[in-house]
């Protein structure tokens, strides 16, 4: 009697889910390989975050969720992952 839903997700098929998955693989592995054993690199995963908040911002339909992406921009600018400067 239910609604049948579809077994992939919404997330699965959004323009931005490629982007999504390397994110969450980098975060996992750097959490599981780096930071339970005290490691702590604060550079890890910026590629991989800026290019899948990139996608969001260009795909969210309700401006409400941009303005989160727009503050979070703000409070963290983007890290250019080829300048070698700030090391």
């Not at 996608?55 to 250019?80: I, N, T, W």
């Amino acid at each position: 009697m239910g609604i049948k839903k579809d077994k992939r997700s919404a997330s699965a098929t959004s323009p931005c889910a490629h982007l999504r998955s390397a994110y969450h693989q980098c975060f996992n592995r750097w959490y599981s390989e780096k930071l339970l054993k005290g490691q702590w690199d604060k550079e890890e995963c910026v590629s991989e975050w800026q290019k899948y908040r990139v996608c969001l911002s260009q795909h969210l339909e309700d401006g409400h969720l941009g303005r989160f992406l727009k503050a979070e921009a703000m409070l963290y600018p983007p890290v250019d992952p080829d300048d070698t400067t700030t090391s």
